[in-house]
């Protein structure tokens, strides 16, 4: 079974940093593609970043674009996402979720979420 | 405001059928990008419904059912059901953006 378990949210205030984690069980991690999306409070979802399986390839959205670092450990089946100078407009659920690739590609789907952690940006 | 517009809500009786449009332009949808569409329960993470404009994941009852035609996709659901409220969101590309995704603004399901 599949299974995304993030943590790292917390509140932090402006212009702080924060790393959030996504343990991985259940799949070969190295073997797929991994991304970041967001839900700010009573909002939408927002597609932030995503990495592919070897952890050769980024991509971001310009709204995190310089600010925001995606990673992955492969040893440790875990996925990164580095969040430096961070405004309030960052608050959210920050959800991991799985491509049913190993290379991230236009429209890929995402077949598999995490339960999500909340990040309060907030002095 | 998202390049993927979709009703804010609809709503329906148990039993009825209904459907949710995501409307797009020839930058994205029209330019022949698939279509994939999310459920999200209240409090819950969002579950992946419709993958490829009209395909089911494993275990994904078939009263859901997606296409796509021109610059639009459309999710449909049959025989409505308590348990179907929750928030639907449709997701692609967009050539005009950064980033390898984008979601519609969401729907919001209400069964009466």
């Known amino acids: 079974e599949v299974q995304l378990l993030e943590s790292g949210g917390g509140l932090v205030q402006p212009g702080g940093s924060l790393r959030l984690s996504c343990a991985a069980s259940g799949f070969t991690f190295s073997s797929y593609a991994m991304s970041w999306v967001r839900q700010a409070p009573g909002k939408g979802l927002e597609w932030v970043s995503a990495?592919?399986?070897?952890?050769?390839?980024?991509y971001y959205a310009d709204s995190v674009k310089g600010r925001f670092t995606i990673s992955r450990d492969n040893s440790k089946n875990t996925l990164y996402l580095q969040m430096n100078s961070l405004r309030a407009e960052d608050t959210a659920v920050y959800y991991c979720a799985k491509v049913p690739l190993s290379v991230v590609v236009p429209a890929a789907t995402l077949d598999y979420w995490g339960q999500g952690t909340l990040v309060t940006v907030s002095s | 405001q998202s390049v993927l517009t979709q009703p804010p809500s609809v709503s329906g009786a148990p039993g009825q059928r209904v459907t949710i449009s995501c409307t797009g332009s020839?930058?994205?949808?029209?330019?022949?990008?698939?279509v994939h569409w999310y459920q999200q329960l209240p409090g819950t993470a969002p579950k992946l419904l419709i993958y490829g404009n009209s395909n089911r994941p494993s275990g994904v009852p078939d009263r859901f059912s997606g296409s796509k035609s021109g610059t639009s996709a459309s999710l449909a659901i049959t025989g409505l059901q308590a348990e179907d409220e929750a928030d639907y969101y449709c997701?692609?590309?967009?050539?005009?953006?950064?980033?390898?995704?984008?979601f519609g603004g969401g729907t919001k399901l209400t069964v009466l």
């Open positions: 020839s930058s994205n949808i029209g330019a022949g990008y698939d």
């Open positions: 997701q692609s590309y967009d050539s005009s953006l950064s980033g390898l995704g984008v």
């Open positions: 990495i592919s399986g070897s952890g050769g390839s980024t």
